[in-house]
């Protein structure tokens, strides 16, 4: 049987290829070669580019060595990138580390190309100990979130490859405390950095139970049995007290709390509840950290959920519990009881909101009493700002009044308390500003992230059920309303704070060509953070996975009057335990959303570019949603046909004659022309079969191609072209083999 297979037919001129696997000798032991995947739950989707830009083909295999070697064919007429594959150390031209088989490549062509890239692992002393494997890569419209797309999977893929593997007490591991190689950009001492670099992943779908050719699944089982190995356990009381009331910070009645141990715990607490609670499994059970012994309860060997319990108990004990005249000021510092600073209070209420709200975690009322009083202490009651260990800041109020925004959304404070709207009127004023860490928040990425949670988590009743903020606004006299994360600048205007870059466009600028962050803070040691909260940032999301909405519009472009037919069957979810289950459509660009379902369609009166919203929600509660924009061209005929080359076909040598099928190709202007010519039609179907380069092979809408494809026989290579010609336009198409 001779088996031809194609996936997607789009407008250019593309290669498409059918690779048969030859049977391997019995006694071979190829290589587990894995390529890095855009949408953990469908290895199959191509990663999004646009044309032009650079991106980042990734892979690993579990050999490396002198005599294994990994080539890359990038699928576009390109030269193969060939080189060794290492064990470790820092790779010198081609070669790459067995973790990090990447290649760098730009591609060009039109908008909807497809194009399949391999990855080839062979051991050069054993010829049949060779793996192929595809890597699938779409060349998309140029648009904001296509770029988020690209950074996104640029930065997972640099937290990837600067993972330090070891193995620790029998367990395999991954942290970033040290740089595997050279010099990374993501990596420092603390403890900390570890869960921070696990969220992104998590919240990007990521899991450590997922598919076991995402190669992604390893680095994040790795990392998160690390995660647990740098906690431990101290006995606290059953009875605490603060200015608020005497409660049991002990509520789970086991005697124990859980922190990290490292210094500067209470600071770094945070990070740890979060990616315990991203992972999505509260009844798994950890198998790293220190065991159990006597009363001791210890790490090892008890639900991701009950080791978050303990964090949560230790915070509740080591709560600052002094006060300033009639206002408690609990908070948290860098050890038990100190006197706070909201630099360390957000990482508590970054940990302990998530805890509360997505495991059901209790927390003693009087330390959230606690705290709001402390936010009312430190924050200045006429400028919204807040302080640092008072309502004065130390190096200016760009990371503190994020802070005291993020411990408002906890204690469930929002807009309509004066205490919420004057701290987001400050923010939306400054939003604009000169670049700079002390001027303006999108260039001060620690505050930056704790503002994104506040916007994402604001809570103005305290139900525990986040209230998103899309436009963050200001009652300052000529300030309007901006939507903070998608707000794009207008070039062609000087900056101004009606005029400014959103927080998604801000972090895919600042992006470096490598695919980390770095240097946008007050501080260097904040540097090695910022890859991970970026990452976080981009998607919209804290603690879980989102949907992705994708839009489709066919024909674009297309002509005034003619029918546009929208599709969202290509939206996706990154957490597999939810789907999408509204599709929302606004068809005229007007912020209402006039039409649901998965298809929608309209005509547009007027040439020129249109603008669609489609909006998905997902099964959550509250449902969680995303938007995406599709741009239609409406414009004068002649416009290129869209081709479609049929299949899969699959050919049987004992059933013949074998054709292709063009017949569902299509015209988008058919009938319609320029002035004084015939109406616009396809007049012909060529097809480009291999060696080729030169079209005509074969033609018409359904050419028999029995001769040709005999005279390959069984499990060979099939190359072909397919092209269509418009009266008037001649354009030729490209196939994606699937």
Not at 59 to 64: E, L, Q
Not at 549 to 555: C, L, S
């Given at each position: 049987m001779v088996s031809i297979d194609f996936r997607r037919l789009v407008p250019a001129l593309v290669m498409l290829a059918a690779l048969f696997a030859t049977a391997l000798p019995a006694w071979a032991i190829p290589p587990q070669v894995k390529v890095a995947p855009f949408d953990p739950n469908n290895l199959l989707t191509p990663h999004d580019?646009?044309?032009?830009?650079?991106?980042?083909?990734?892979?690993?295999?579990?050999?490396?060595?002198?005599?294994?070697?990994?080539?890359?064919?990038?699928?576009?007429?390109?030269?193969?990138?060939?080189?060794?594959v290492i064990l470790s150390g820092s790779p010198s031209g081609t070669q790459r580390r067995q973790y990090a088989i990447d290649a760098t490549h730009i591609y060009t062509g039109a908008v909807d190309t497809f194009i399949t890239a391999r990855l080839t692992v062979r051991n050069t002393s054993v010829p049949a100990?060779?793996?192929?494997?595809?890597?699938?890569?779409?060349?998309?419209?140029?648009?904001?979130?296509?770029?988020?797309?690209?950074?996104?999977?640029?930065?997972?893929?640099?937290?990837?490859k600067t993972m330090n593997r070891s193995v620790v007490d029998g367990a395999e591991v991954g942290d970033w405390r040290l740089c595997p190689f050279g010099t990374c950009y993501a990596t420092t001492s603390a403890y900390a950095a570890t869960p921070a670099n696990l969220q992104a992943f998590l919240v990007n779908g990521h899991r450590e139970n997922g598919n076991p050719n995402n190669p992604y699944t390893e680095t994040v089982a790795r990392a998160m049995r690390r995660t647990f190995q740098f906690l431990a356990t101290t006995t606290i009381?059953?009875?605490?007290?603060?200015?608020?009331?005497?409660?049991?910070?002990?509520?789970?009645?086991?005697?124990?709390?859980?922190?990290?141990?490292?210094?500067?715990?209470?600071?770094?607490?945070?990070?740890?509840?979060?990616?315990?609670?991203?992972?999505?499994?509260?009844?798994?059970?950890?198998?790293?950290?220190?065991?159990?012994s006597g009363s001791n309860p210890g790490i090892r060997g008890r639900t991701y959920r009950s080791v978050v319990q303990d964090m949560v108990d230790y915070y509740a004990y080591c709560q600052y519990d002094g006060s300033s005249g009639s206002l408690a000021l609990g908070g948290w510092r860098y050890?038990?009881?100190?006197?706070?600073?909201?630099?360390?209070?957000?990482?508590?209420?970054?940990?302990?909101?998530?805890?509360?709200?997505?495991?059901?975690?209790?927390?003693?009322?009087?330390?959230?009493?606690?705290?709001?009083?402390?936010?009312?202490?430190?924050?200045?009651?006429?400028?919204?700002?807040?302080?640092?260990?008072?309502?004065?800041?130390?190096?200016?109020?760009?990371?503190?009044?994020?802070s005291g925004m993020v411990q408002l959304a906890w204690t469930g404070i929002g807009r309509g308390n004066p205490k919420w709207d004057r701290s987001e009127r400050f923010m939306r004023d400054v939003f604009g500003n000169p670049a700079g860490a002390t001027s303006n928040p999108k260039d001060y990425y620690y505050g930056l992230f704790s503002f994104t949670k506040a916007m994402l988590l604001h809570d103005s009743n305290d139900d525990h059920i986040a209230e998103p903020i899309t436009l963050l606004q200001s009652t300052t006299a000529g300030v309007n309303p901006i939507d903070w994360y998608a707000a794009e600048r207008n070039p062609l205007q000087a900056e101004s704070v009606n005029n400014t870059d959103g927080v998604a466009r801000t972090l895919v600028n600042d992006q470096n060509a490598v695919g980390y962050w770095r240097a946008h803070n007050?501080?260097?040691?904040?540097?090695?953070?910022?890859?991970?909260?970026?990452?976080?940032?981009?998607?919209?999301?804290?603690?879980?996975?989102?949907?992705?909405?994708?839009?489709?519009?066919?024909?674009?472009?297309?002509?005034?009057?003619?029918?546009?037919?929208?599709?969202?069957?290509?939206?996706?979810?990154?957490?597999?335990?939810?789907?999408?289950?509204?599709?929302?459509?606004?068809?005229d660009n007007n912020g209402t959303f006039e039409t649901s379902g998965v298809l929608a369609s309209r005509t547009f009166p007027t040439n020129g570019e249109h603008t669609v919203v489609l909006r998905v929600s997902d099964n959550s509660v509250p449902p969680k949603t995303d938007t995406v924009t599709v741009k239609i061209n409406i414009v004068d005929p002649p416009i290129p046909p869209t081709a479609d080359a049929g299949g899969p076909y699959n050919f049987c040598t004992n059933k013949k004659p074998w054709f292709l099928n063009g017949t569902g190709s299509s015209n988008p202007d058919e009938g319609a022309s320029e002035t004084g010519q015939p109406a616009n039609t396809i007049i012909e179907y060529s097809w480009d079969l291999p060696p080729g380069g030169s079209f005509g092979d074969a033609t018409g809408k359904q050419p028999d191609v029995t001769p040709y494809f005999t005279g390959l026989g069984a499990a060979k290579r099939v190359v072909f072209y397919d092209t269509l010609l418009a009266k008037l336009s001649p354009t030729e198409v490209e196939a994606v083999l699937a």
């Open positions: 580019t646009y044309s032009g830009k650079q991106i980042t083909l990734k892979g690993t295999s579990n050999m490396a060595g002198p005599t294994i070697e990994y080539r890359w064919e990038f699928g576009d007429g390109s030269a193969d990138q060939v080189g060794a100990d060779t793996t192929t494997v595809e890597y699938y890569i779409h060349i998309r419209e140029k648009t904001l979130p296509v770029e988020v797309n690209i950074a996104v999977d640029e930065g997972l893929w640099y937290l990837h009381p059953a009875t605490q007290t603060n200015p608020r009331g005497t409660f049991n910070p002990d509520t789970n009645a086991n005697g124990y709390g859980a922190y990290v141990n490292d210094s500067y715990e209470l600071y770094q607490g945070g990070f740890f509840i979060d990616a315990i609670v991203a992972a999505g499994t509260p009844n798994a059970i950890t198998t790293t950290g220190t065991t159990p050890s038990c009881n100190s006197f706070p600073d909201n630099s360390a209070v957000q990482w508590a209420a970054i940990g302990l909101l998530p805890a509360e709200r997505d495991l059901g975690i209790p927390i003693p009322p009087p330390v959230e009493a606690a705290n709001e009083d402390w936010t009312t202490y430190s924050q200045n009651a006429t400028t919204g700002v807040f302080g640092y260990t008072d309502p004065s800041p130390v190096w200016g109020p760009l990371g503190t009044t994020p007050y501080d260097s040691s904040q540097y090695p953070f910022e890859t991970a909260w970026a990452v976080i940032m981009l998607r919209r999301t804290i603690l879980e996975a989102t949907p992705i909405a994708v839009a489709d519009a066919t024909p674009n472009p297309g002509i005034v009057g003619q029918t546009i037919n929208f599709s969202g069957g290509s939206s996706y979810h990154l957490d597999p335990a939810k789907t999408i289950v509204a599709w929302d459509w606004d068809l």
